[in-house]
């Protein structure tokens, strides 16, 4: 299967997606590499992850190339979507996913929430995911609870029959003492690789860092 680009799930919403989204867009596109990222739905206006992925997609700010669903509320995408009286429909997400993937060599797509987020009645962003056929990157937040929802992550992942293409520590909460023990366990455990370790408050637009990004991904 050739791969056409990666899903960037969390072990939560908050843990970091969109900073790694950039990152990886950003960095394969120093390395040559036509990328571009995607937040396929986004919940609450305010929120910046769809102009951050359009502009280091090099989209200007063309929302509707890199994002499906923009709901106003910063809540449940099911929720929101119903409020406002629309349906999400995965055949409108793999659509534009398309258009993307046939001007990019490789689209970044960035979840919502966590895995089993709801989208509508019936269907979670797993199942965007799966619509998509793209291997994952599971971003854990280190902060206490992130053993249980990094397990719980990766064996939901592994039922939808995508591959876990890896995993990135981030450290979220500097305060949080035990971050070297949770990663020590999570190696051990989870059958995909550590891609990275991101400390905190990173050099988050520096070549230095997105470029490290894309390389130990492209590493494994
Ligand atoms: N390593 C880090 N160091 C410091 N702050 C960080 C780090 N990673 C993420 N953050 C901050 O934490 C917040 C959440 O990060 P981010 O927006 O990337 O998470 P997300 O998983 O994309 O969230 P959402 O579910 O809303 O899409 C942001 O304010 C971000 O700047
Ligand atoms: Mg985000």
Redesign the pocket.
Known sequence: MTVRGYFVA?T??????????CGLVTGFRKLGIAAGGM?PVL??ID???VSDIATVSGYSQDFRAVCTYRLRAPTAPNIGAEREGKSIKLAAIQADFSRCAAIQALTIV?G??GWLCPVNARETMADVARGLQLPVIL?V?LRLGCLNHALLTAEAIVRTGLPLAGWMA???D?RFADAADNIAFLQRRLRAPLLET?????Q?GSTAFCLELAARLLAH
């Open positions: 969390g939560d919403t908050g843990v970091g997606k969109t900073l790694i989204t937040k919940s609450g929120s910046a992850d960035e919502t929430g971003v937040g981030n450290t979220i500097p991101v400390p905190h408050a990173p988050r």
